[in-house]
């Protein structure tokens, strides 16, 4: 049973960086208050009152430790992740990627702090920091849709505007409704198992294909927002638009991939990635889309394969926000301007759901060494970590723009530096960040 006490930390958003903050935090048995709007109030691009939930791709990404985003996610194994250990439970087949089962990672995330004794849960909106009164340490983790009122609050506090750009989601159809004589299923060059269903297109379907999206009528934007597009997560017809081929030589690419109706390869693919447990649901890779929803019916239907495809959710497009973190945060997530109040998540700066995440945990963890009078050094930049927590604290120039995690943000020593040496590389991150940890644990840093 829980008891009622005064937190030693606000958090304000039970997405992935919040929960995972909370359970960093509780953890090393401290007593948090979550804040969080849902389910009485949605976001424009949530559908559930589940905490963490995934509401764009259900991809953590690729899991080999030669792809940058697998090496965070073992490092975040290894400092006890809540995230991690929803998504290796709930994670479905996916090739050479970590792919889950989004309805029951968020359940699993939502019962375990819910179940949690040092986690008490307050819904309802927060409209400014004002509102949670003088409740010890503060830390928002309200994601790129944060609600209008709190946005406004924080760029009055920063003083500082708020940059954006548009972000997308990608359709899920029903497993049965895709024509399995035509769709196949295989992954590029036999990599994993055959986990993707994959419709193929000869050179004059994928070009009328391509045409279509161009000539589709697509939701427009407010007179006064310039569209800025986040490059890893464009809409499929912003693609089109760039060029005939664009698609092709992109996610239609169809390399690595053999008919077996014909024998030889596709002009193009369209793939699908099963997004549930039961794999009723197929969600179409790289299709973030901005057309209305009739047109993306009427095209996604000249997709051989998906002619009578049933969608259980359409593409659709929203604003993404993110303030200019090098600016106004220091290396412990604190607002500069603003001693105690800390951020974390996508709103400061990084792009997807593990580094989103791993933001939440390295502020619990900073949080937690505060509340014992000391500040936490943050990870060698030679992890995938704290390469993450130096640029969104440490990048220069004007152009601060959202970054997922790659091996060039990593400081990496000249004789690992050759593409060929990524593991080692990673294997080195790996006994860096265990042994901080270590050190960390040391000096007092959990329960």
């Known amino acids: 049973m829980k008891i009622s006490v005064e937190p030693e930390v606000t958090i304000v958003g039970a997405g992935l960086a919040g929960t995972e903050a909370a359970w960093q935090l509780a953890q ?3 007593q948090v208050r979550l804040h969080e709007m849902r389910p009485e109030k949605k976001s424009e691009a949530h559908h559930t009152g589940d905490f963490a939930e995934l509401v764009c791709s259900n991809s953590l990404r690729g899991a080999d430790l030669k792809n940058a985003v697998g ?3 073992e490092e975040m194994r290894v400092l006890d992740s809540l995230i991690m250990r929803a998504a290796d439970r709930h994670s479905v087949p996916g090739g050479g990627a970590l792919v889950v089962d ?7 995330v939502t019962q375990e702090i819910q179940n949690h004794p040092r986690i008490e849960i307050c819904h309802g909106e927060i409209s400014g920091i004002a509102s949670l009164g003088s409740q010890g340490l503060v830390l928002l983790a309200t994601g790129p849709l944060t609600s209008p009122a709190l946005a406004e609050n924080i760029r009055q506090l920063t003083g500082s505007e708020y940059l954006y750009f548009y972000d997308s989601i990608a359709p899920i159809v029903e497993a049965d409704s895709i024509n399995l004589d035509i769709a196949f299923r295989a ?3 036999d990599k994993g198992e055959a986990d993707y269903l994959n419709c193929p297109m000869n050179r004059e379907e994928y070009e009328a294909f391509v045409a279509a999206l161009v000539a589709a009528e697509k939701v427009a934007t407010k007179e006064f927002e310039k569209p800025k597009f986040f490059e890893g997560c464009l809409p499929v017809e912003v693609m089109a638009e760039r060029g005939r081929d664009t698609l092709a030589f992109g996610p239609m690419k169809p390399v690595g991939l053999i008919d077996p109706r014909t024998g030889l390869r596709p002009h193009a693919v369209v793939q699908l990635r099963q997004d549930n447990l039961h794999a009723t649901l197929y969600n179409m890779v790289g299709f973030q889309t901005r057309m209305k929803y009739p047109e993306q019916k009427r095209v996604f239907g000249m997709i051989p394969g998906l002619e009578k495809a049933e969608f259980v959710r359409l593409g659709s497009m929203h604003r993404n926000t993110f ?5 106004l945060l220091s290396d412990q997530l604190e607002l500069k301007s603003r001693p105690g109040l800390f951020l974390a998540g996508q709103m400061i700066g990084v792009e997807g759901y593990v580094e989103s995440a791993s933001m939440g945990l390295y502020a619990g963890m900073v949080l937690a060494d505060r509340l014992k009078g000391r500040e936490l050094k943050p990870p060698p930049p030679s992890t995938a970590l704290g390469a993450l927590v130096r ?3 440490g990048a220069t120039g004007a152009d601060f723009q959202p970054m997922n995690i790659n091996f060039g943000l990593l400081e990496i020593p000249k004789h690992l530096s050759r593409k060929e040496r990524r ?15 270590l050190g960390n644990l040391a000096m007092g840093g959990a329960a």
């Open 28 to 30: 090393r048995g401290h």
């Open 423 to 437: 593991l080692e590389l990673a294997e080195q991150a790996l006994a860096q960040i265990a042994a901080w940890n």
């Open 71 to 73: 090496l965070l996610k």
């Open 187 to 189: 992954s590029r060059y």
């Open 323 to 327: 303030i200019h973190s090098p600016v």
């Open 391 to 393: 640029h969104v604290t």
């Open 102 to 108: 989004r309805e029951g990672f968020a359940k699993f």
